[in-house]
Nanobody
Framework: VQLVESGGGLVQPGGSLRLSCAASANIFSIYTMGWYRQAPGKEREWVTSITTGGAKNYADSVKGRFTISQNNTQSTVYLQMNSLKPEDTAVYYC???????WGQGTQVTVSS
């Protein structure tokens, strides 16, 4: 399974970005899909996930600002990020939870 994240970039505080993660195989019926992030000098942390049944969970730090969704037909999972803050700056990764698969990540920088 290959995972390719895209959509990162530089955005001002309060701005929005939409990340995408394309999978090489239809794994969404097998795995809960998660987004993780890793800021410089910090541990990688879980941000949000969506189960095979569509249930969504969010870290408290992003609740109300981030939204996870997926398109099973296109084997793509999305992360809509609104009201971005400087502390959201990190490399974002998608990850089928409880698997060994990781994408290369996409850099999100929130700065004025």
């Amino acid at each position: 399974v290959q995972l390719v994240e895209s959509g990162g970039g530089l955005v001002q505080p309060g701005g929005s970005l939409r990340l995408s993660c394309a999978a090489s195989a239809n794994i969404f019926s097998i795995y809960t899909m998660g987004w993780y992030r890793q800021a410089p000098g910090k541990e990688r942390e879980w941000v949000t996930s969506i189960t095979t049944g569509g249930a969504k969970n969010y870290a408290d730090s992003v609740k109300g600002r981030f939204t996870i969704s997926q398109n099973n037909t296109q084997s793509t999972v999305y992360l809509q990020m609104n009201s971005l803050k400087p502390e959201d700056t990190a490399v974002y990764y998608c990850h089928p939870m409880n698997s060994a698969y990781w994408g290369q990540g996409t850099q999100v920088t929130v700065s004025s």
